[in-house]
């Protein structure tokens, strides 16, 4: 199987992150995954609804007129922003063969499968960059299930920390840290949250600073059963799955 990471930015540096997230998953061995970033004409961080259009173009340009990369060698597309970003439905509609999702809508199938129903409702959260994406991926969570936007008990809604995708590989690691605990921390307290989405492909690998501010707002045993999704894993998962349930169940 071959699965095309498809980074929308012209960041090399969260290209290489969010690859070795992904190869980290494993899921079979004959399994091959090939990076791609967008030219350095589209933005280098996806910040805005502008960002998300300008990507949009500049990928289709070269992918759909250019042919850069051909899609027919592949199985998937990930579409690594974490976004309701404009190309997954349009690489699903241009190319039906293609198994095709974004790190965005893997983590919300993923967020919904791994909490549980008691009594105490358990509840899912995001963790994000800048204020901007608070709307836009609540937004995006009622459209891509189908709701109306009233709201959802098991979704504990989206937290930003201020910064933007590309900070966290230009900025200081302390104060990625902190605003990125601050964020969870405020997650977490806003409910009965058991699983936490790190909503931006530049926060792979931050796991542990989402793990070690659960410890201390939960305590350990109860952080101990925190699950922390990587969109990008989540991706390969959701694909892996999609592609082997095309062929068993067509």
């Not at 509609?93 to 549980?116: D, H, K, M, Y």
Request: hydrophobic share 40%; charged share 15%.
């Amino acid at each position: 199987m071959k699965i095309l990471l498809l980074n929308p930015n012209s960041s090399t540096a969260m290209t290489h992150a969010m690859t070795l997230a992904a190869q980290s998953v494993s899921v079979t061995d004959s399994l091959q995954i090939d990076p791609y970033t967008a030219p350095s004409s589209a933005p280098a961080s996806i910040n805005n609804d502008s960002d998300i259009e300008a990507s949009t173009l500049v990928v289709q340009e070269d992918l759909i007129h250019r042919k850069s990369i051909h899609l027919g060698d592949y199985d998937a597309v990930l579409v690594a922003c974490y976004s309701a970003h404009t190309l997954v439905p349009q690489l699903a509609n241009q190319f039906p063969n293609l198994a095709v999702t974004g790190i965005f809508e893997a983590s919300i199938l993923t967020g919904l499968s791994l909490i549980s129903s008691t009594p105490n409702q358990e509840q899912w959260g995001i963790v994000t960059t800048g204020e901007f994406w608070e709307s836009h991926l609540a937004r995006g969570i009622s459209d891509f299930l189908g709701r109306d936007g009233t709201g959802d008990a098991k979704f504990a809604g989206v937290f930003s920390t201020g910064l933007t995708a590309g900070d966290f590989h230009t900025v200081s690691p302390d104060e990625v840290r902190e605003k990125l605990k601050a964020a969870t921390a405020r997650l977490l307290h806003s409910g009965n949250v058991t699983c936490v989405a790190m909503g931006c492909g530049g926060m792979a690998g931050l796991e542990d600073i989402i793990r070690s501010t659960a410890r201390q707002v939960y305590g350990q045993e109860r952080a101990a059963a925190l699950y922390v999704v990587d969109g990008v894993k989540a991706g390969i998962l959701q694909l892996f799955l999609t592609v082997h349930s095309r062929r068993v169940f067509r």
